[in-house]
């Protein structure tokens, strides 16, 4: 996609990863376990951690998409055993319909390899819904309230290979 980045995040990044997860979260909540509040309280040594271990660890990775020098999308991976599940799946507002979304989440599953490969959608989420189905996940018929607003459910699809 021309002009657009999509790599890891770098470990020095993490003001850069805080602030795009922030932006997420409050453009988005009804999309995410946790909240805006929750996420602002974290101290910043959490927040320098997190792309720590998610630049370089097996277990999990963080992505961002970069428009020039601005950070306009985020996903990340988190390995359980064999099972990986695509987590903070987010594209800019103003960048949405573009292809970005789709980047974000090619590299997610690559990030899995072999795994078995999980995502949660809100009910509400229909966008996100149709961009997952189209890459090739499909519903597993496991339902939960979400945590950060349980009037709401989140589905979980996994990817069918």
């Known amino acids: 996609?021309?002009?657009?980045?999509?790599?890891?995040?770098?470990?020095?990044e993490w003001e850069v990863?805080?602030?795009t997860r922030l932006r997420?979260?409050?453009?988005?909540p009804e999309a995410f376990a946790t909240t805006h509040a929750e996420a602002l309280a974290r101290p910043d040594e959490w927040w320098r951690a997190w792309p720590r271990r998610s630049a370089t660890a097996d277990e999990q990775?963080?992505?961002?998409?970069?428009?020039?020098?601005?950070?306009?999308?985020?996903?990340?991976?988190?390995?359980?055993?064999?099972?990986?599940?695509?987590?903070?799946?987010?594209?800019d507002p103003s960048e949405r319909g573009g292809g970005i979304g789709r980047a974000l989440l090619e590299a997610s599953?690559?990030?899995?390899?072999?795994?078995?490969?999980?995502?949660?959608?809100t009910e509400t989420n229909a966008a996100a819904r149709r961009l997952?189905?189209?890459?090739?996940?499909?519903?597993?018929?496991?339902?939960?309230?979400l945590r950060s607003n349980p009037s709401l459910l989140v589905?979980?699809?996994?990817?069918?290979?």
Do not use: N
């Open 61 to 91: 990775a963080m992505f961002l998409a970069w428009k020039g020098d601005e950070p306009v999308g985020i996903s990340g991976a988190f390995r359980t055993g064999d099972r990986v599940d695509v987590i903070s799946m987010w594209t």
């Open 17 to 19: 990863l805080r602030d």
């Open 109 to 121: 599953v690559a990030f899995a390899g072999d795994a078995d490969i999980r995502l949660s959608v």
């Open 132 to 145: 997952y189905e189209r890459y090739g996940f499909a519903p597993t018929g496991f339902t939960e309230p």
């Open 155 to 161: 589905h979980e699809l996994a990817l069918r290979r």
């Open 24 to 28: 997420a979260l409050a453009d988005a």
């Open 1 to 12: 996609m021309p002009g657009i980045d999509v790599r890891r995040v770098r470990a020095e």
